[in-house]
């Protein structure tokens, strides 16, 4: 198994509710990223995960919780959201050690309204 | 702190035609360069990763170029096809700790038909 995997693939939420996003690998990669991506810009990094622990937080708003239960699933909890907030939400997954690439998985697309 | 420039930012061309994308940074001490596809409202496809002790990489019709010293690397597509069309976005990769890929903004590539 070669892939990210990524759900929902769409979705849409108010600004009171609260949702999750949640990514899945299975290549032993110990470390896992959130990316952000807005219309015709490139990703930005929120979040990294290494060996399941938060490393890097790229001071993110709070309403953004990531999670990491474990070391194939990454979740980003989602809260009181703006609507500034949509975007395509990007995870990734890379090993720590070795000179490695990423592997992105094909997003979720989030509307907030 | 590392920069990445990609030229041309879009590129329109006629089917069967090569072309060469560009991509520079800005601190040659970087652990690898990647190269990734990303087709409208989707996710990254990686298309090639050179080590930065590598000079090149190919992968069917591409082929990635890397000179560390002088900060360039190129994407050289072969006989280009309509189904070419997408994002190429370029990607550094500093090494040491997780969350340090730098994208440069990305060529539009366009195949006409």
């Known amino acids: 198994d070669t892939e990210v995997t990524q759900t929902p693939k769409h979705l849409v939420m108010g600004m009171t509710n609260k949702k999750s996003l949640k990514c899945e690998q299975h290549?032993?990669?110990?470390?896992m990223y959130w990316y952000k991506q807005k219309a015709k810009k490139p990703p930005e990094l929120m979040f990294v995960y290494s060996y399941e622990k938060l490393s890097i937080n790229e001071s993110v708003p709070s309403r953004f919780s990531p999670e990491c239960p474990n070391s194939s699933l990454l979740n980003l909890h989602l809260h009181a959201l703006q609507p500034e907030d949509s975007a395509l939400y990007l995870c990734?997954?890379?090993?720590?050690?070795?000179?490695?690439?990423?592997?992105f998985g094909s997003g979720t697309r989030l509307t907030v309204v | 702190k590392q920069e990445v420039t990609q030229i041309p930012a879009a590129l329109s061309v006629p089917e069967g035609e090569n072309l060469v994308l560009n991509c520079s940074f800005t601190d040659s001490a970087i652990y690898n360069l990647q190269w990734f596809r990303q087709d409208p409202g989707k996710g990254l496809t990686s298309l090639l990763l050179?080590?930065?002790?590598?000079r090149e990489q190919t992968s069917g019709r591409l082929n990635a170029s890397l000179d560390k010293s002088s900060g360039r690397s190129t994407l050289y597509i072969a006989a280009s096809q309509p189904g070419d069309s997408a994002t190429y976005l370029c990607a550094v990769s500093t090494g040491g700790s997780q969350g340090n890929l730098i994208f440069g903004k990305g060529t539009k590539l366009s195949v006409k038909p």
């Open positions: 290549m032993g990669h110990r470390a």
């Open positions: 990734a997954s890379s090993r720590i050690t070795g000179n490695y690439g990423y592997t």
């Open positions: 050179i080590q930065s002790s590598q």
